[in-house]
Structures are given as C-alpha cells and as structure tokens.
C-alpha cells in the first residue's frame, strides 16, 4: 500500500493488510474504523502481546497508542509533502487485561502544523480502562532530512 494515497476513504480492511507483516501486525492490533481526528482499533488477547502469566503486556498497550495516533495524524497530512513521526509516547496503566479483546480509541486533543497530541484510551470488552496513552507526533517536511 502506498500511504501516500492514504484517505478516509481507505477500507480499513486495506489498511490492516498492508500493516499484516510490521510489529503492529504481529502484535495482532488492527483498525477497526477511521475518521477525522478519531482512529479505533483493537487486538485480542494472545500469547504474542502478553507477558508471562497470561496478562496484556503493558508494551502492547503503548504500541497499539502509537499506531492508532500515528495513523490519525497521516490521515490529516499530505503525506507526499509531510512525514509523520513519533516522537513521546506515555502510558498509564490502570488495570489489566485477562481474556478477551483490548479496544482502543484515539482521539487528537492538539492538531498543531509542527505537533500533533492524541489521548488513546484502551479498555476491556466491559468498558473498563486498562490503559490511558498519550501520543506527540511530531509532522515534519519530507524535503527537511
């Protein structure tokens, strides 16, 4: 897939085959929906994305963040002109997932021309928080490196 061409418009089906063979692929999150300033995804629970002991490693948590508030701040340049990259990623995590599916939600809280600030809360099938990230991507020229 060439993000270059990334729209919202794009089936997230699309979207997650061409993230299939990356780490968000082998950590099992997928996008589950798109739109202006908010991104949804979600990841089951799984021997690949837990710690031992059985638990949604904290790890996966703040990766899953990142991915969904990376892909949010592509949605919203012109990735011909501009790069998007991570450059803070924080987490606190308040409970912890057992079984079942972790649902994340994105939202942008500061859509700067130089930084983009997202909150991804991630809970449990039930609605509890397990995990709270906040997310600064930092929206570069590509002609700038």
């Known amino acids: 897939m060439d993000f270059t061409l990334l729209s919202f418009d794009t089936p997230v089906e699309l979207i997650n085959q061409a993230i299939r063979d990356t780490l968000v ?15 949804e995804g979600m990841l089951d629970l799984s021997a690949k994305n837990s710690r031992p002991g059985g638990i949604l490693h904290g790890g996966a948590n703040l990766a899953m963040g990142e991915t969904l508030a990376g892909l949010g701040s592509m949605l919203l340049v012109d990735m011909n002109a501009y790069e998007v990259l991570g450059i803070m990623v924080n987490g606190n995590h308040t409970g912890v997932l057992k ?28 609605g509890r928080l397990i995990s709270s990230v906040r997310v600064t ?7 700038d490196r």
């Open 137 to 143: 991507n930092m929206i570069t020229e590509k002609n």
């Open 25 to 39: 692929g082998s950590l099992g999150i997928e996008i589950t929906k798109i739109e202006e300033g908010r991104v």
């Open 99 to 126: 079984k079942g599916k972790a649902l994340a939600v994105a939202k942008i809280v500061h859509r700067g021309k130089q930084t983009h600030v997202w909150n991804v809360d991630i809970c449990n099938e039930e």
